[in-house]
């Protein structure tokens, strides 16, 4: 399988076999060239796929050893992202395929984090707990099979991605947000407590909003009595707060649905706390836990190659054709 994954700011295309060999995965970041607009700006985004894309590909055929002869399927994200960055990738699939007269697999790019599981764990097999944390998406799911999952909990209103972003930038630290908190929260301590008990605390629902707005009101009153912030502190309080909920959710989740295995997807499970919380918690509780290495939880195209399989593979109802078109808002 061919992955192509273009919906944000890392245009990335891998060759994967049996939706669960990584032969290669090149990933074109753009970081260096929106760091200074201080968060991605979706037509540069879009550009600078353009530019890449081609050789993204020949990198990557190169990189696996294989010709596009060897290639079975063309396995493209078609949402959810932005809507430029997605209309090249799926344009560019879907010119390949034509070309080359292959099958043409649309995926969805959450599905696609979740499967960067199988990647990771080869004998991982449905049903399991999936903790699903990205810039757009935070839920725990249930995942029936390979195809179906069911909806546990989820947040009422932020991303958990969207809170590390943001309160990544009104701290100062800027863009990309998540990996700067993970890190300047090390050199800090939890000292400073943002979130009050609340009505959700009883159920496997999550909000952002309240914490993110706490984290601002506290940077507007400490500069309005011209009195400095520690930074580091911040970083960690925040930190823990946002993830110490999801956790305790997660786990009481595997016990009351009666789940062994527990997962982890998207660019948030990148965070190294929450990675060290999860084990510790998965530890305690007897559950195993499966999480995928660093580079397959961030934007890859080879989680996209890994769900374009099992699309293949078992879905009847797959799309093949090329009328396929992006769709930004695509749900999970
Ligand atoms: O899964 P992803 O690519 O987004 C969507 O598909 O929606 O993840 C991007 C998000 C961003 O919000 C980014 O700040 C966050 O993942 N992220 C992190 C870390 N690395 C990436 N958040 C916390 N800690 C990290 N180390
Ligand atoms: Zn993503």
Do not use: W
Not at 164 to 189: C, Q, S
Not at 204 to 230: C, M
Not at 248 to 258: N, P, T, Y
């Amino acid at each position: 399988m061919l992955g192509i994954e273009s919906s944000c700011d890392e245009t990335s295309i891998a060759v994967v076999k049996n939706g669960r060999e990584v032969l290669s995965n090149e990933i074109a970041s753009q970081i260096d060239i929106h760091t200074r607009f201080g968060g991605v700006v979706p037509e540069v985004a879009s550009r600078n796929h353009i530019l890449c894309i081609n050789n993204v590909l020949k990198k990557s055929l190169e990189t696996a050893g294989v010709t596009i002869d060897d290639i079975d399927a063309i396995c493209v994200t078609y949402g959810a992202g932005l809507s430029g960055a997605l209309m090249v990738g799926v344009n560019f699939a879907k010119g390949l395929a034509f070309a080359c007269n292959k099958p043409l697999v649309a995926v969805n790019h959450i599905k696609g984090h979740i499967s960067a599981n199988y990647i990771q764990n080869k004998t991982l097999k449905p049903p399991f707990l999936c903790l699903v944390v990205s810039g757009g998406h935070t839920a725990i799911l249930k995942i029936d099979d390979f195809l179906h999952h069911t909806l546990i909990g989820q947040t009422l209103d932020d991303a958990i991605g969207e809170a590390f972003d943001k309160v990544a930038r009104v701290v100062g630290l800027g863009y990309p947000g998540g990996p700067k908190i993970d890190k300047e929260a090390k050199n800090g301590e939890y000292n400073l407590h943002f979130v009050k008990k609340s009505d959700l605390d009883k159920t496997y629902n999550v909000s952002y909003s309240g914490l993110k707005t706490a984290v601002i009101n506290y940077l507007h009153t400490k500069e309005q009595n011209h009195e400095p912030i520690n930074v580091a502190d911040v970083a960690c309080s925040f930190e823990h707060e946002a993830v110490d909920m999801l956790v305790e959710k997660v786990v009481r989740a595997a016990k009351e649905f009666g789940f062994k295995t527990v997962t982890m997807a998207g660019g948030v499970a990148a965070n190294s706390y929450l990675r060290e919380q999860m084990q510790l918690a998965c530890e305690k509780n007897n559950l195993e836990l499966t999480y995928p290495s660093l580079i397959l939880c961030t934007d890859n195209g080879a989680m996209i190659g890994a769900e374009g399989y099992n699309n293949l593979i078992l879905d009847s109802n797959v799309c093949y054709d090329l009328s396929v078109s992006p769709n930004p808002s695509l749900k999970l």
